[in-house]
């Protein structure tokens, strides 16, 4: 059985999606959610905040999301922490090109703020079945 | 945790902040338009565009703007698109895009409006419900079970056949999309597959649809089918046309699109309950505190259900459902009551007046949400029987002009292009005469079947006659549709078709026109009709697409 899901870390530049992320996360989930708004910040925490799961935009200024992932894996602690991508680009060439590249799952952007956790709770759950 | 309808009104509080800072964002957005040079192609520029406007496409329907997100997308493929060339915009690229962007400022001057005068987050639905194709078939005869996995296979279905129960459990629990074909005796017992289906049915909140299958034909059986969530019941030997008949409509009526309700009552307390409960199993709710408001609301959100509160300040419900009723659009709309009354007489006279079914207060959510859903669902199908040929389930006469319509002033106003086909069988009075017309009606079956396989989903086809198709293919020009439907019509001339024992082959002729050159849906049509009728006489089994016509106006086709 596996550990609950209580550590998310959001990486997001949008402040809008990040509130109402924050909120469906926190509220109707129950996690603690941490929130950066870039791949480098994201980077840069998470070796303090130790997320269980991270949930990562694809198109960001700067650090886009995939390169923010093989970066990430360069730190043995997170080679096999779950990423989801959260993106608007879900043709599915697009969604399997981000499997291939080490991600556990895809959440279509524009999500729905009120099963938002239940979505990234099925996932843990599957990571670990 | 926070509850959902708590939730709901935080939910409201970031939409509306959200659509008071649209304005400032689409303002950004126009700037940067106008930045860029029209002589150049500036990729710096280009790209903040296109991330500006992606932002907008991953979260208007977050916060309760689906039309916004839907604009926005347009916008997006067509700037992705562009940044594929990286040239400079020739003017009607240019146009285009100003098109578009027009329109994105024009949805989100609404999204203000919906956020002012309607206190409601309409959240959207988690997603539309996939078709399944996939099709398990548990039969206890090896060949037999076979068998159905060939043949299913020709029609573009995805089999696995099972004779093992136990791993039929196993493949259950990882495929939870998946239509199943049940054998009702298995290896002897007399029920053993219907007691196998109420199991696995037990633990799940949506049934899996079952096919029995079974070599006798007896009422108590068939009621145990039903009550293990059997939606057909066939008699062996497997009439293999009637069993594919019965899944294409089982994948085609599953809906493509959420739910949507109306809810109209004059408690904010109970709308909102109503719209967590609904939203909660992915249908889109629409609320309306003030019965004489919904009037617009009821045109634009073009409801499949209503739910209408009886007493209520100004109007009460049963006269807000005579005037609903009145209108030649919502003529047949399901309206369900809700109400704190209990007496039946009262109840009766509202079903007199149009009342569908009634929803006592308090509503218990389970039951809301079965009586909404079934009503639904039952409407839909109706609806389907009115818009669709019986013989092809394709849309009918009627249906294919009126989209046509639609597409047609769509196209026009957003500058895309759009191609109209009409398909016509080659001397289909001889394959009827000769054959019959049973074998007639499959060679019809067939090339509805391989229409539909073949275009996209946006595409839509209807039967436009006896043996006349017709195609709108929409965002493709005349020459692309000429490729495609080209392809069709070789693979249509190669299909075998059986009657009595003989093998025959059957061919079509099309007639294609490009919307560029025709101001309206009835000029499109008639010329479709006249390069149909020239592929004809250039000897059929041909695609032509027609040409500019003539300035003169005189048409010689």
């Known amino acids: ?129 | 945790m926070t509850d959902p309808i708590d939730m709901q009104a935080k939910l409201k509080v970031l939409s509306d902040a959200y659509a008071a800072q649209l304005p400032e964002k689409i303002r950004q957005i126009e700037q940067a338009w106008e930045l860029l040079p029209r002589d150049t192609w500036d990729e710096e520029n280009f790209a903040t565009l296109h991330r500006m406007v992606h932002s907008l496409t991953g979260s208007g329907k977050t916060f309760g703007f689906a039309l916004l997100t839907d604009v926005a997308r347009n916008l997006e493929e067509y700037l992705k698109s562009l940044a594929l060339e990286k040239i400079a915009l020739n003017e009607q690229q240019h146009n285009k895009l100003q098109v578009l962007m027009r329109e994105l400022h024009q949805v989100t001057l609404h999204c203000n409006s919906v956020a002012d005068d309607n206190p409601q987050l309409v959240v959207p639905a988690s997603g539309e419900a996939a078709s399944p194709k996939r099709i398990f078939v548990v039969e206890g005869n090896h060949e037999q079970a076979e068998e159905l996995k060939v043949q299913l296979s020709y029609f573009g279905y995805d089999v696995g056949a099972f004779n093992n129960l136990a791993d039929f459990r196993l493949a259950m629990q990882a495929n939870p999309d998946v239509v199943v074909l049940m054998d009702v005796t298995l290896s002897g017992s007399s029920q053993e597959g219907i007691e196998l289906m109420k199991e696995i049915q037990q633990g799940r909140d949506i049934p899996v649809p079952v096919f029995f299958l079974t070599a006798r034909d007896e009422l108590a059986i068939r009621l145990e089918a039903v009550r293990a969530g059997g939606i057909a019941y066939l008699s062996k030997p497997i009439n293999i046309g009637n069993l594919i008949d019965k899944l294409d409509t089982l994948t085609s009526t599953l809906p493509s699109a959420p739910y949507r309700v109306l809810v109209v009552d004059d408690s904010e307390s109970i709308t909102s309950y109503c719209a967590t409960v609904l939203e909660q199993t992915g249908m889109v709710v629409k609320v309306v505190n003030n019965p004489l408001d919904v009037m617009s609301p009821l045109l634009e959100f073009t409801p499949d259900l209503i739910l209408l509160d009886i007493y209520m300040p100004g109007c009460n419900g049963l006269e807000l459902a005579k005037v609903i009723r009145q209108l030649d659009a919502f003529i047949s709309i399901p309206i369900v009551f809700l109400s704190a009354e209990s007496d039946l007489d009262k109840q009766l006279f509202a079903m007199g007046l149009g009342a569908d079914d009634f929803l006592t207060k308090p509503i218990q959510p389970q039951h809301m949400i079965s009586a909404v859903t079934s009503r639904i669902q039952r409407s839909l199908v109706l609806r389907s029987f009115m818009v669709r040929d019986s013989l092809t389930g394709l849309l009918n006469h009627t249906a294919i002009k009126d989209q046509l319509d639609r597409e047609v002033a769509q196209t026009k106003r957003r500058g895309m292009p759009l191609a109209f086909a009409m398909v016509d069988i080659d001397h289909f009075k001889h394959v009827n005469d000769t054959y019959g017309h049973p074998a007639g009606d499959r060679v019809i079956k067939s090339l509805s079947r391989l229409l539909k396989q073949r275009l996209r989903e946006t595409d839509m086809v209807g039967r436009y006659g006896g043996e006349e198709f017709a195609v709108i293919l929409s965002n493709t020009n005349g020459e692309t549709a000429q490729k495609v439907l080209d392809a069709i019509r070789h693979d249509f001339s190669q299909l075998r078709h059986m009657a009595d024992g003989k093998e025959f082959s059957a061919t079509f002729s099309c007639g294609i026109a490009d919307v560029s050159f025709f101001g309206d849906s009835t000029k499109l049509c008639d010329a479709a009709d006249r390069v149909l009728y020239k592929a004809k006489h250039a000897g059929r089994n041909r695609v032509l697409l027609g040409d500019a016509p003539a300035v003169s106006g005189t048409d010689f086709v």
């Open chain 1, 1 to 129: 059985m596996a550990d609950k899901l209580t550590r998310i870390l959001y990486v997001e530049d949008e402040p809008d999606i990040q509130t109402v992320a924050r909120l469906a996360l926190e509220a109707l989930g129950g996690f603690t959610v941490e929130i950066c708004s870039s791949g480098g910040e994201a980077l840069q925490r998470a070796p303090d905040f130790q997320p269980q799961l991270i949930l990562l935009d694809v198109m960001m200024p700067g650090m886009d999301g995939p390169t923010m992932l093989g970066k990430l894996r360069e730190f043995p602690r997170f080679a096999s922490t779950p990423v989801v991508f959260m993106t608007a680009k879900v043709q599915s060439s697009e969604v399997a090109g981000y499997l291939e590249i080490g991600a556990v799952d895809v959440i279509p952007k524009p999500f729905d703020p009120m099963t938002l956790s239940s979505q990234v709770q099925n996932i843990w759950e599957r990571c670990h079945d």
